[in-house]
């Protein structure tokens, strides 16, 4: 991949019909990915296959979240989406580290 995930990816990886909250969800995924890995100057070189799986796990989760009858509050990192957890985006996001 060398372009960020898009919305019809994400509602597909779900299984779901495109939502209008999808857009907000996975803006949010893509600048939390593009903050992580702020080394990467191009997309050519941050969107491996790993990091943009992971874009859109984080992308679902936050969809998910949206749908809480209790809001952020109602949410944990043991959510899951298709199996997936926040530890698996992160893990497949990685982060780029300064020393």
Do not use: C
Not at 56 to 65: D, E, K
């Amino acid at each position: 991949m060398s372009v960020p995930p898009t919305v019809s990816e994400l509602a597909a990886w779900i299984g779901v019909a495109e939502h209008p909250q999808m857009t907000p969800a996975l803006a949010a995924a893509v600048a939390w990915t593009r903050g992580r890995r702020f080394r990467s100057k191009d997309d050519a070189t941050l969107w491996t296959d790993a990091v943009h799986l992971g874009t859109i796990i984080y992308g679902a989760l936050l969809f998910q979240r949206r749908g809480s009858p209790q809001g952020f509050d109602g949410y944990d990192d043991a959510a899951t989406v298709n199996g997936y957890t926040i530890y698996d985006a992160y893990t497949l996001v990685g982060q780029d580290i300064t020393v």
